[in-house]
């Protein structure tokens, strides 16, 4: 019989210590120990408490510090056998190169959550290679339905299976029963099945077990308990509509893709727009939209030269155009598209080209944008020279598109270092193919010349001084822009002392190059829907400040 104890919850450890060794007492030695610190303490505090602990035969100690790099040294230091947990739930999407470095004796078990550290093959691999190295296995759940512990159920058993032929073909002794921690069926008090799972206790032993038949007849006869559903979201369609806007003596007839609750009421919720980079369409953005779409408004445009975007009329002087469709340009059409479609602040997403131009509206229109998701960007470039051999390499390759077609222009790009890691993506040739079908050529062209980084204002000095929260997203195979993003970071003052500064992030997407959204998407939907959550926070703060002004004054 296992027993777990939550620790590091009391003020000293050296209570927590006193509460495991009267539990000892109690118990006896036939009942297995497991405390779990949750990473609460500090190394000074963890090896206090394995001091005097040491002697009451712990199982293991669960995430006894605080910082991963003390791990190791803590096992040595203090004897314990020691359990990763949140550990685990922070490694990469290929975790093998990273688990090499616990590979120590007194590493003693795994502790794996599936849907936490992003589903069962993951959660599979983890779990064969602690059976490989003579470790536990654990899966663990957190808050599921009795429908998704079924399936976890089952997974613990197969896992338990293959560890018994691990050891056969290793010529290990056969492992031990192993204690998995599906207890959490208890915290939920209702449940979405007709039938309650069978977890309890075994009359014969005295332990809590699940049963693998019962897992097995919930999944395959599951049935749904609708008086438990509060809210049912069903997929929606996604409404696509042209909105016709002038700006600087043009007239664009803007395609727009959009999806989520419609509420033009004022602080309604939060509105999302999404912008695509050089040569892409709204369309690579509704995937995302569609996973976010349940708890806000997204909105997607193809950005003028791309798409079906059209520019209807430029006036009389067509020498002047392209200079004319330049950042400044389509921001202020980006502005003009944001006040039609809502009377708040947005939130912007933007990839690569996209991303220049979300960081541009970002720091230089704080009164609409309310924060910014930049991935693959940079605010341009500072030196006279660099920006001066920019603009011509952007002005021959437009001159390209025009003359050789964009076909051949497609397999040029395409070819470049930046594209490495896209290249080897299994959906490479239906991505290129999707870039072909732009009409416009001479639009694409004017795109890449007038919005080269070479042509378009530096914004480095600006970044000192942005009042909107920015979240700095590159690929862990971008090595240009990991430096361009590092640079960017420690531009923003992201530790000063503010509101604004606090929000600021800076994330490596895992197994991904430039293209991040197309590569790794599910990475990016998780991190745009938490910072639009922290986005929504800050506004309900600020709300709660205004209230408290006012009733202050009164």
Known sequence: MILLQKVARRADPVEDAAVIQEVRKKVGCHIDLRVDANR???????????????????????????????????CEESGLPVALDETIDNFPENPLN??????????????????????????????????????????????????????????????????????????NSPASSVAHGLGTYRWLEEDITTDPLGIGRNPSTGFIEASVADATHLLHKFQMNHNFIHRTFTGEKVLGYHLDLDSNDFSFSVNVQEIGQRNNVRNSGSTILFLHGFLGTNEEWVPVMHAISGSARCISVDLPGHGATKIKNCGDDKAALRSLLSIEIIADLLLKLIEHVTPDKVALVGYSMGARIALYMALKFSDKIEGAVILSGSPGLEDAVARKIRRAKDDSKARSIVTHGLQLFLNTWYSGGLWKSLRSHPYFNHIVVRRSVHDDLQGLARVLSGLSPGRQPSLWEDLKHCKVPLMLVVGENDEKFKRVGQKMWHEI??????A?????????????G???????????IRLVRQFVTSLRSVKLQEKGNVRDLLIYNQ
């Open 40 to 74: 609460n303490w500090t190394y000074e505090q963890a090896i206090k408490f394995g001091f005097l602990v040491k002697d009451y035969n712990l199982q293991y100690i669960e995430e006894p510090v605080q910082h991963e790099s003390d791990i190791i040294r803590y």
């Open 98 to 171: 990273v688990l090499v470095k616990y590979n120590h004796h007194q590493i003693v078990a795994l502790v794996i959550k599936p849907t936490v550290i992003g589903g069962f093959e993951k959660a599979a691999m983890i779990a064969q290679w602690a059976h490989i190295q003579g470790k536990m296995a654990i899966i663990s759940a957190a808050f599921e339905s009795g429908l998704a512990l079924s399936a976890y159920i089952l997974f613990s058993c197969y896992l338990d299976l293959q560890n018994a032929d691990t050891c056969k073909l290793m010529n």
């Open 493 to 498: 003052g992201h530790d000063r002392d503010d």
């Open 500 to 512: 604004v500064s606090k929000l600021h992030q800076m994330v490596v997407v895992p197994s991904c």
């Open 514 to 524: 430039h293209a991040v959204h197309l590569e790794n998407p599910l990475p990016i």
